[in-house]
């Protein structure tokens, strides 16, 4: 049961344009959605979160949106920068107290200078 | 550097044997997780410590997988009688959860194990 779902294995995007990337849910419980970056060879690293309470969440050059109606969010990278490069993948924790992450299959993203 | 550090970073083993990897995660963070990660797939969680208290364990994880954290500090996790199946990436992960806050989970490298 997928419940965290990236439908995009991979995603390519001209240097300076925007970076779409989207991620669906099926269980309503969640409360919030982290997005984490990872480069090859390395461990995810956090990225941007947001809240159930919030429809948008931004920081920088990356925003994060929230539709619950939908169970869709996505997360927008302007511009995007060839070292933005990298496996993208949404995550949630699985309810409130109990920590453990559940992962999309992630997106790889590239930036095409 | 005071992220988290997993050893070793690579492991080949032949099928039956045993394989231990070791996790130190960020000094303060109370909270240590274990995922897998296989090809084309995101992490999916295995385990995870409150301190040295085992909380949760998947059902990923088989008999033959034990995991420790005896002091609350370092992890170990230890694959019994390895499969071919069990070559994977395994991640740790800690975090020192705030309250209203998200839980950023701090990842070490991965120790990418391949059983042959």
């Known amino acids: 049961d997928q419940q965290v779902k990236q439908n995009s294995p991979s995603l390519s995007v001209q240097e300076g344009r925007i970076s779409i990337l989207n991620c669906d849910y099926t269980n309503s419980m969640f409360d919030y959605f982290l997005w984490y970056k990872k480069y090859p060879a390395e461990g995810p690293t956090f990225l941007i979160s947001?809240?159930?309470?919030?429809d948008k969440n931004e920081d920088g050059r990356f925003t994060v949106f929230l539709n619950k109606s939908a169970k869709h969010l996505s997360l927008h990278i302007v511009p995007s920068q060839p070292g933005d490069s990298a496996v993208y993948f949404c995550a949630a924790p699985q309810d409130f107290g109990n920590e453990k992450l559940t992962f999309g299959t992630g997106t790889r993203l590239t930036i095409i200078p | 550097d005071t992220g988290v550090s997993q050893d070793p970073r690579h492991k080949i083993t032949k099928r039956g044997q045993n394989v231990t990897f070791r996790c130190d995660p960020i000094s303060e963070h109370n909270r240590l997780y274990w995922y897998r990660q296989t090809l084309g797939q995101g992490p999916e969680f295995l385990t995870y410590f409150q301190n040295e208290a085992q909380l949760e364990k998947s059902r990923l994880l088989s008999d033959r997988f034990s995991a420790e954290r005896p002091k609350g500090s370092f992890s170990t996790l230890e694959i019994q009688r390895t499969e071919q199946g069990d070559s994977a990436m395994y991640l740790c992960?800690?975090?020192?959860?705030?309250?209203?806050?998200?839980?950023?989970?701090?990842f070490g490298p991965g120790t990418r194990l391949t059983v042959l």
């Open positions: 947001i809240s159930s309470i919030k």
């Open positions: 992960a800690s975090s020192l959860p705030l309250a209203g806050a998200a839980n950023e989970q701090f």
